[in-house]
Structure formats: structure tokens, C-alpha cells
């Protein structure tokens, strides 16, 4: 199963406790490494960070990423990132994009004690929410607070991923003795990083936006209350593309007022490359009626210089100040 762990405060990073230092990140491009150390509370302090280039069409193309096309491709950049690295890596952890991993919410009744239960009435569940094919996903989840006024008693933060593609991934890595404690992506690794700007909000938003598509995770003290991830159509006009990004915040915007009516949207937070955040201010202004925060160093809990980009290191740093499971 995917290694996040069983308990909700340990896998959205509410705890300041560390696991291994070294944080692996894969996308359709690249893969790139940051090896942390420092202090639970004290900060992080990013010592290496280091990438290597993927070649076009390493993957197979697909809604939740794709399988490898060249599996021995891949596996030799792994080798020469590795290859880089001044510390030795036994274990690691490992950040994926937002829509390899995908996120959702689940309501249900009363629970049965065994995990491996649980996960059949989730696979049940989710063919009716989901247009994947649930025989091909690993999942797991953890346990959030209810919604008010909802019908079950129980609502799940549920984690999914195509299995082959996964498991493709973490061969790859213990082929070089790495073994990959936990899987986790870009949204609850920058949740993890800004626990502390989120925690005094009783709602707030994370926005990561890559020039592909953005998420959006909403937060009640902190903790996850509603997900979206939408892909977004490179081929659109600024125009069109604004209209189309508009009006999805608004709808967003509506569920909000209708299941949470009593909290104030008090904070968006925003992480995206620097030619993007200009449009995207005024989109989530015009959208959820809140001006946004670019995320920025200071945001984060990192200490010392690092001289790499908000957007990269984010979800890196709230991955590595997790606990393994």
C-alpha cells in the first residue's frame, strides 16, 4: 500500500517529527533530490539539492500519469542523480505531481476494525466517485474531521495512485538499495511546510499552480477540508483560460458557502512560478474574493540560505519533516 501513515496528524504533518533526510521528487521531466537536517521545531536546513533531466516520453501519457515506457531509461537517471549525491540514501521518501496522486474525500458509515476492510468498502465507494478503474489504483487514507450537517458519521482523506506506475517507481529506487518509506504529493507536502501560517486560520487555501493545471486544498485549522485538482488546457488563451479558472473558483466557492457557512475564507496562500503569479492573483481575487499570498521563504520553516525556488523546495521540506511510517 502507499506509505502514509495510519494516523491523520502524522501523515498531514502536524507533528515536528523527522524521518530519513532525503526527499526524492519525480515528475513527467525530471527527478530532483533534497537531502534536510536540523532540529523538530528548529527548522530544516536544505544541504543538497541536486536534479537530472528525464528524456521526452519517459512515461506514458495518462489523467493519473502513465506506466514507464523505458523502464531502464529511468532506472539509469536514477543511478546518476544517485550518483551525485555526496550522503549515502538507504531511505528516502518521495513527492509525486498532484494529479499522479490524487486526492479525494470520502463519507461513510460506521467502520470495520481491520484496515484491509476498510480499503474494500473504499474501493467500493470510490468506482462510484472516481472515472478510474479502481482494480488499477493503490490507495490508503487517513481520517479527517466530519463536515457539519453530513450524513455519516465518518469522513476519509483518501490517497490514490495507478499501482503500476508506483510500483515501477519504488523497483526503480530499491534496484539501487533506496527503499521509499512514503509516497506523498506536492499538495500535502506544501500543507506539511506551512502548518504553522495555517494552523491559527479557521479557513484557509493552498493553491499550487504548475502551467499544466493547480490544486486546491482548503483548510480548517489546518487540517484538509476540501481538495480539487484540475488539469488545464495549454492550447486556451489567456482570455479563455481566465474565464475557465474564474468560474471553477466561484463553483468552488459556492461549496464552500454551502457546507461550511459559518467560516470566513481569512487566508490563500499560493505557490507558483513567477510569471504565473501575477494572472493567478487576480483569478483567485476574482474567484474566491480573497487576495493571495505568494508562498516565499519566510513562509516556510527553513533555516539557513537555500538557493532554490519556493515552489521546489516546499513540498520537499514538508515531506522530509514528517514521520516515516
Known amino acids: 500500500m502507499i506509505e502514509l501513515p495510519r494516523w491523520a496528524r502524522r501523515?498531514?504533518?502536524?507533528?515536528?517529527?523527522?524521518?530519513?533526510?532525503?526527499?526524492?521528487?519525480?515528475?513527467?521531466?525530471?527527478?530532483?533530490?533534497?537531502?534536510?537536517?536540523?532540529?523538530?521545531?528548529?527548522g530544516l536546513a536544505l544541504h543538497e539539492h541536486r536534479r537530472v533531466a528525464l528524456d521526452p516520453g519517459t512515461f506514458e501519457p495518462g489523467v493519473l500519469g502513465g506506466p514507464l515506457r523505458a523502464p531502464e531509461a529511468f532506472a539509469e537517471a536514477v543511478e546518476r542523480l544517485l550518483g551525485g549525491v555526496s550522503a549515502p540514501v538507504e531511505q528516502a521518501s518521495l513527492v509525486l505531481p498532484d494529479e499522479w496522486l490524487r486526492l479525494s474525500f470520502v463519507e461513510l458509515g460506521e467502520l470495520p476494525a481491520s484496515h484491509e476492510s476498510r480499503l474494500e468498502i473504499l474501493r467500493w465507494k470510490l468506482k462510484r466517485l472516481v472515472p478510474f478503474r479502481v482494480e488499477d489504483l493503490r490507495l490508503d487514507f487517513v481520517p479527517v474531521a466530519p463536515l457539519p450537517g453530513q450524513r455519516e458519521p465518518n469522513r476519509l482523506l483518501v490517497a490514490f495512485g495507478l499501482e503500476a506506475l508506483l510500483a515501477q517507481l519504488e523497483s526503480a529506487f530499491a534496484a539501487r538499495q533506496v527503499w521509499l518509506g512514503r509516497i506523498g504529493n506536492r499538495g500535502l507536502g506544501l500543507l506539511a511546510a506551512l502548518r504553522r501560517e495555517l494552523a491559527p486560520c479557521a479557513l484557509a487555501a493552498l493553491v499550487p499552480v504548475q502551467a499544466d493545471g493547480y490544486s486546491l486544498l482548503f483548510t480548517r485549522r489546518g487540517e484538509p477540508a476540501l481538495y480539487r485538482h484540475k488539469t488545464l488546457d495549454r492550447g486556451q488563451g489567456e482570455g479563455q483560460l481566465a474565464a475557465t479558472v474564474e468560474r471553477d473558483l466561484r463553483l468552488t466557492r459556492a461549496f464552500l458557502g454551502e457546507h461550511l457557512p459559518d467560516l470566513r475564507l481569512e487566508r490563500v496562500l499560493l505557490l507558483a512560478p513567477p510569471p504565473l503569479q501575477t494572472p493567478w492573483r487576480d483569478w483567485l481575487a476574482a474567484g474566491l474574493g480573497q487576495t493571495a499570498e505568494a508562498v516565499s521563504v519566510r513562509h516556510l520553516p527553513l533555516s539557513g540560505e537555500a538557493n532554490v525556488a519556493p515552489e521546489e523546495v516546499a513540498p520537499l521540506l514538508g515531506v522530509a519533516s514528517q514521520e516515516v511510517a
Open 11 to 42: 501523515v498531514l504533518g502536524f507533528d515536528a517529527t523527522l524521518g530519513p533526510p532525503h526527499v526524492f521528487a519525480v515528475g513527467p521531466q525530471e527527478i530532483r533530490y533534497g537531502r534536510f537536517e536540523g532540529a523538530a521545531g528548529e
